[in-house]
């Protein structure tokens, strides 16, 4: 069981190899690296296995009671949840690094950026393996250094601006993490993951920050502070604003960000689900930071005018999708966005990688002619998409209660899977009307499979793979009780989205039959307004910039009263 | 060896080399190579007298550092006749430092006050360095040979808080810094790469002496001043253009963490020394860095010189590393210290902890500012760019490595047995439960 540890530690030698090389063996000594990532990967899938079948696994090389070294109590823990991890990391580490061993070669700096890609794999590696929670820090600060040192090009300005303003914002999210560690060590007095949560329920503390006026549970502090630590990586609002800079960054490392660092955010919730589980209103306020995250990373990604961005600002809308099924008690389904985000958006960033290189070599590229006509959709194909979203619930809903005994309408839980299962489908629907219909039948087949395909993959999210990751329904059940919100409120929030759907619809097939739809004049011009704003990203930068300016500018102040007095 | 005369020997070594030196003064090779075997003969010296020095405020592997750091600023010197005196001089300050530390009574203090007044004098006679600032530093030293004088012929409690002001002008605390930011701008040759370390240090130990001592009353105003001098010195790092004083007020700033953590809690755990250690040979780690910068380009604006991280990737990596060492990243001695005095059950849950996290993240700010306008960006073309000699590299290595190890190895072998407070400061803004 010991030898599970070396997982996380074999892209240590791809590491060793890559920085080794010179010239020409450099290159013959990348390919070579990649035979510890492959191994890495098995290794992972072995890990799964191993722990699916036996149970989970820890090695501590530290007394969990009294750590001699708080620092760095080291020790490793292997359950499900890390064992998933484990497989997309190193999954994503392993084509991520067989495709930059070609796209960067010639480049500059290509072995110290193999040496880096890799060593952050194996960061990321141990940290979702870790067994504690100052552990899980040592390794999230470290990744933070990473993403510093893949995403800057040493000569390039707008780079190194960017680069400087990425680890501010991630160093600041980080230190409110250690707050977070600070405080739960110092009402709990223990760093491990179960006895935190364990002793959390045992005795509910309150702290007094302000006698009679401010009260907060103890748990609901530490649950916050840790948030904060997970929005800086998991590019929540207001925090988000390091992923556009990072964009100057080679293709590869965007792939690697955006299909893996990313995930850290929603990892650590869903480890610390327990804790979690025990306060309502940092439930309440993950999900809020989740909504306006997804709404404002979808807007930003509407206003770009280039692959990356576009599919920057689309990762934050997503990661706003995964903090949102966090802030519902949807752990589960929050790692299965992940992983499944994590592979679609591996595979747009390298597939864009591939064209902007194209693209550099073939001057005409893009080729492709711009058809601003409209879509001519045949009525059968419209009859059934809309027919198909309107029924859909009912369907489902018939299906569940009689083939899967989920007793919907008891849980909010039940009816956000079945919602989200609505809504992925819908938007699937939504994208295929972009086909042109060669013949309408063809069309609606297409749609009623990828209906298929989406009502069975987010069943068997629901069940099974929840199921994997926390095998005790007790668990569940409390963890979406946890996160209930007001009952008007649901049904207002799950009403008010199908209504904006359907209106889509509604919209969008008025459009291609040629039909105008009469808008209210303050809706075009709010379209209009937005527009700007948007384009300047809600002006945060600026404001960020300002608060900067002011720091300094108080600095400055100081510096001058204290000439002549004090040293 | 006679345990009641240790720490005359270990003081009259290096001071016996200095004098000895004197011979080679003209030949500056010679004189350097002689500092640096003289700087390292109290280790052994040290070794022979672990036994005897169990049980007092330090142990002898943290002792052995101060020689280490001293051998470790005058290797990276390099050789010029502006830096003669430093030779000697380091000496001079190491054996008044080993025997400030080691011995007791009325000698320590006359040790740690001819360390003072050596300071105070170099100081002087030195003013002329461009950008010294020394009659504020010449000041702040006069009040710690004050303090020191006061501590010597009063009796409790104006000797506790005559010490205890002595303390501050060496583990430097806001307002009573200014000989500590002195040391660095208006020290020649090494000597402020040494200063970085060793200052900090006697007034550590003073503290220590301390502790037993001070009451809750006597620890309220250093747990303030703590704080308003990790503002200050946050602040001040921030608008600095000159690597020397960012250097000086990010040690200033991250020792005002110390003074809080020490007042706050009332005791000094060994991660509280690991700390200090770190604090001091990074701050020193990077005056070296800077040093060579100087002995290629001269006394240059920070905004004047950047592009370093091609042309010079030996000097470019140890840098980098002394930043991340500095913000309090892992494994080095500052996240160590800083986590380990954080995750101590006597830690109160106060207010202060933010200014406290504040400053962390403020050294961010500023160190990793420092590391980016050095290393990246076009490197210029009218510059002549050589990377680091040997010794430059096993100086800066050493320091690396130190804090590797400061940062890794159990807390309980670097155990002061420092006794705790009578009390520790109560704060007006407390998490109650």
Known sequence: ?567 | MDAALFPVWLAAVPLAGAAAGLSFRSRIRALQTWTLLVSLAPLPMLLAMADQLRGTSWSPWLLGLLPVAAFVSVLAQTVHQESRSALPMTLVLLGLGLGALVAGGGLGVLLQAALLGSLAALLYCHRHIPGAVPWGGIAALAVGLAGLVVAWLASPPMSTLALLAASATLLPLAPVHGGYVAAFRGLPGNLPAFSAVLLPAVGFHDLLMLMPDLSAEMLRVPAMLALAGAIFGSLKALTQSRVRLIVAYAGLSLFAILWWYIAATGSAPPQATVYLLAVGLVTSGFLLAWHAVQARYGEVDLRAIRGLAYPMPRFSTFVFLLALAAIGLPPFGVYAGFMGMLLTPSLPLTAALAVIIGTLLAACWYVLGLAQQLLFGGHRSDLRYRDLYPAETASLALIIVLLLALGVLPPRLLDSGAPAASGHATEPFTWTR
């Open chain 1, 1 to 567: 069981m010991s030898a599970l540890v070396l997982v996380p530690l074999l892209p240590l030698l791809t590491v060793a190899l890559v920085l080794i090389g010179r010239g020409a063996s450099c290159e013959r000594l990348a390919r070579w690296g990649a035979v510890p990532v492959v191994a890495a990967f098995f290794g992972a899938v072995a890990t799964l296995i191993l722990i699916a079948s036996r149970g989970a696994v820890t090695i501590r090389f530290y007394e969990a009671a009294a750590p001699a070294s708080p620092a760095f109590p080291i020790g490793f823990h292997f359950d499900r949840l890390s064992a998933v991890m484990m497989v997309l990391i190193t999954a994503i580490g392993t084509i991520i690094y067989l495709y930059s061993v070609r796209y960067m070669q010639q480049e500059r700096g290509y072995a110290r950026f193999l040496a880096l890609m890799m060593l952050t794999v194996s960061m990321l590696l141990c940290m979702v393996a870790s067994a504690n929670l100052v552990m899980l820090f040592v390794f999230w600060q470290l990744v933070t250094v990473q993403l510093y040192l893949l995403a800057n090009r040493h000569e390039h300005r707008p780079t190194l601006d960017g680069a400087f303003k990425m680890l501010t914002l991630l160093r600041t999210a980080d230190l409110v993490f250690l707050a977070g560690i600070v405080l739960a060590y110092g009402l709990y007095g223990t760093i491990e993951f179960r006895e935190l949560a364990d002793r959390a329920a045992a005795a509910p503390v309150m702290l007094t920050l302000w006698p009679g006026v401010i009260e907060i549970r103890g748990a609901t502090a530490v649950t916050l502070l840790l948030f904060v630590g997970a929005m800086g990586k998991s590019v929540q609002f207001p925090l988000h604003l390091w992923m556009p800079v990072s964009l100057y960054a080679p293709t590869p490392v965007s792939a690697l960000m955006h299909a893996g660092l990313v995930n850290a955010g929603g990892f650590l919730i869903n480890r610390l689900a327990p804790l979690y589980g025990l306060s309502d209103t940092t439930l309440h306020l993950v999900f809020l930071v989740g909504i306006v995250t997804v709404v404002s990373g979808a807007c930003l990604m509407l206003v770009q005018g280039d692959i990356k961005n576009t599919l920057g600002f689309s990762t934050i809308g997503q990661m706003g999708y995964m903090i949102m099924e966090c802030g519902l008690g949807a752990f589960a389904l929050a790692v299965f966005h992940l992983i499944a985000h994590g592979l679609f958006k591996a595979t747009a960033f390298l597939n864009c990688g591939h064209v902007i290189h194209r693209a550099r070599r073939e001057p005409v590229l893009p080729h492709a002619p711009h058809t601003t006509g409209e879509h001519d959709l045949q009525r059968l194909t419209w009859a059934t998409g809309f027919v198909t979203t309107l029924l859909l619930p009912l369907v489902i809903l018939l299906a569940t209660h009689g083939l899967l005994d989920m007793p919907l309408l008891d849980s909010q839980g039940t009816v956000v899977f079945l919602f989200f299962t609505w809504i992925t489908s819908s938007q699937a629907i939504l994208t295929l009307t972009r086909l042109r219909a060669v013949a309408s039948w063809k069309v609606s087949t297409a749609m009623l499979g990828t209906l298929g395909l989406v009502v069975f993959t987010y069943l068997f999210a629901a069940e099974t793979f929840t199921h994997f990751l926390y095998p005790d329904p007790a668990d569940v059940a409390r963890y979406f009780q946890a996160a209930a919100l007001p009952g008007r409120l649901f049904d207002g929030l799950v009403g008010g989205t199908v209504v904006v759907t359907i209106v889509g619809w509604i919209c969008l097939y008025a459009q291609t039959q040629g039909r105008v739809m009469r808008m209210p004049a303050w809706l075009e011009d709010l379209r209009l307004r937005l527009y700007v704003p948007l384009l300047n990203r809600f002006y945060l930068d600026m404001l960020y910039a300002r608060l900067g300016h002011g720091v300094m500018r108080l600095a400055n102040d100081v510096d001058k009263r204290a000439a002549g007095r004090v040293p």
